[in-house]
């Protein structure tokens, strides 16, 4: 099996402590060789600064990264501000999506639609930004039905986005179906599955009814069966997705995009099993 190129997605810590943990874990993933690092924003731009200063400290060690960027309440000014900054702080490359909507808040702003958000992007800087947008292989949860969800996907890439990034999710046929299903509709960006690793059984089963992604029933009895047995949740957890990744590899995925949840463990193990490169990593 051909080692696929790999990519690692990063939250903003919230205390001195947090980002003093990241940084480490970043080092360690560091040795997987990624081809760039991703940083989430906060509903309605919450975590903007915590957003910047963990991309600017990831350019910095040397690494190509890539901001999330939300358009939910925000105005074209706002956003050209943005852009500015990133543009100033060297960043070439966005996650583009419309966001999560501030509890309490209607939609709000001057963009409806993340591909509103790419072709304002595209207007105002031409080509300097490699832009990846969103996909869902189990149907985005607000989704009028599947059929519409591919337009939305159609309209981001025909706006201007030069890659997709998916939802985590298990079953492997839901990717390549989507694969099909928007090749049909014309789309040629490449759609790069999103991976999520699994180190707690509480935790992703609140992520996945917060998000829509589907926890296949035969999963979701295993890890509820090892209760507080968190050696066992994490070795059927990394038997689960290590299975997944070979099968999206060996499929024809064009690389796969780590959900890290700011660890570095669960992450390289996966790495490993996948013959990835990973060595230890250079002391700074």
């Not at 992450?267 to 002391?283: D, F, H, I, S, Y």
């Amino acid at each position: 099996m051909t080692a696929p190129s790999i990519s690692f997605e990063f939250f903003p810590p919230k205390t001195p402590e947090g980002a003093e943990k990241l940084r480490t874990v970043r080092q360690k993933l560091y040795a997987c060789k990624p081809e760039f690092c991703s940083v989430t924003y906060g509903a309605g731009g919450s975590t903007q600064k915590g957003t910047f200063d963990t991309v600017q400290e990831i350019l910095q060690e040397g690494m190509e990264a890539a901001s999330h960027f939300s358009c939910v309440g925000a105005t074209q000014a706002s956003v050209r501000e943005q852009l500015e900054t990133l543009r100033q702080m060297g960043v070439k490359r966005l996650v583009a999506l419309r966001g999560d909507l501030p509890s309490g808040h209607g939609l709000g702003g001057e963009f409806m639609h993340a591909s509103d958000l790419v072709s304002f992007i595209r207007v105002e800087t031409g080509d300097y930004f490699h832009i990846e947008v969103a996909a869902y292989p189990e149907v985005h949860p607000q989704a009028r039905s599947p059929e519409a969800d591919l337009r939305a996907l159609k309209a981001k890439v025909d706006a201007g986005a030069n890659g997709v990034i998916t939802q985590y999710f298990f079953n492997a046929d839901a990717y390549f179906r989507l694969v099909d299903d928007a090749a049909t509709l014309g789309v040629s960006a490449p759609i790069v599955p999103g991976i999520m690793p699994i180190t707690s059984s509480s935790q992703l089963i609140r992520f996945s009814d917060a998000c829509g992604a589907e926890i296949p029933r035969w999963i979701r009895l295993r890890l509820q069966s090892y209760g507080d047995d968190v050696d066992s949740i994490k070795a059927f957890g990394h038997e689960v997705v290590a299975d997944l990744c070979e099968r999206l590899v060996e499929g024809g995925a064009p690389a796969l995009h780590f959900y890290t949840m700011n660890q570095a463990a669960p992450t390289l193990a996966l790495c490993e099993r996948l013959g990835l490169n990973v060595a230890e990593p250079a002391v700074a």
